[in-house]
């Protein structure tokens, strides 16, 4: 596709329940990204993607967080048991995987737990 | 691990006036420093960025930002707002020795009044 396409754009869902939130990157980027961006917290750092392998997962809130990504092309990022501390918008980012490249974003998945 | 802090959350100026929204970073290696861009219901989009060479980096629409590794900050400023420059803006920080991981400070609200 033309840009990075995540979904849901909007997700609510039930505390405790498992969500699974997508993200497809632009064709040919190897690295790909992923943050939280909550109100007045900026964008928090989650983990991130070089080809399949994630050389840093230091920023997953918790053992509820994990994320994969397949054929060096779509992630999913799984937050199970929800709570409702995960209510945020989640992005995604890609890039060409060049230290000096540009993230590009998605549009986000607004995570709303009840 | 590199950490970035942008002193303001919130910069209300009026159109045509100057503005400079503060950026320091911390890191015990060389960085390459960013500014992104969140227009009213848009995703986040490169503003500038600096790789090396001349330590003053300038957008299209007129913003800059200036390096300066002794006081470690990366300032961003423009002489004359516009309205269509409300937005919130982000200043990122990555290693170059550290793969691509990325880290965005938590973000300045510019708000732009006639």
């Known amino acids: 596709g033309a840009g990075v396409s995540q979904s849901p754009s909007n997700k609510v869902t039930e505390k405790g329940k498992d969500v699974e939130l997508r993200c497809d990157p632009i064709s040919g980027h190897t690295a790909l990204y992923w943050y939280r961006q909550s109100l007045g917290q900026g964008l928090e750092f989650l983990i991130y993607f070089q080809g399949n392998s994630a050389p840093d997962k230091s920023g997953l809130p918790s053992d509820r967080f994990s994320a994969e990504r397949t054929g060096g092309s779509v992630s999913t990022l799984t937050i199970q048991r929800t709570q409702q501390e995960d209510s945020a918008v989640y992005l995604c980012a890609s890039s060409r995987g060049q230290n000096t490249g540009e993230l590009f974003f998605g549009e986000g998945s607004r995570l709303t737990v009840l | ?114």
């Open chain 2, 1 to 114: 691990a590199q950490s970035v802090t942008q002193l303001d959350s919130q910069v209300p100026v009026f159109e045509e006036a100057p503005v400079e929204l503060r950026c320091n970073y911390s890191s015990s290696v060389s960085v390459y420093l960013f500014w992104y861009v969140q227009y009213p219901n848009q995703g986040l989009q490169l503003l500038l960025k600096y790789l090396s060479g001349s330590t003053l980096v300038e957008s299209i629409n007129g913003f800059e930002a200036e390096f300066n590794k002794s006081q470690t900050s990366f300032h961003l400023r423009k002489p004359s707002v516009h309205i269509s420059d409300t937005a919130e803006y982000f200043c990122a920080v990555r290693s170059l020795t550290g793969g691509f991981k990325t880290i965005f400070g938590a973000g300045t609200r510019l708000f732009v009044k006639a």
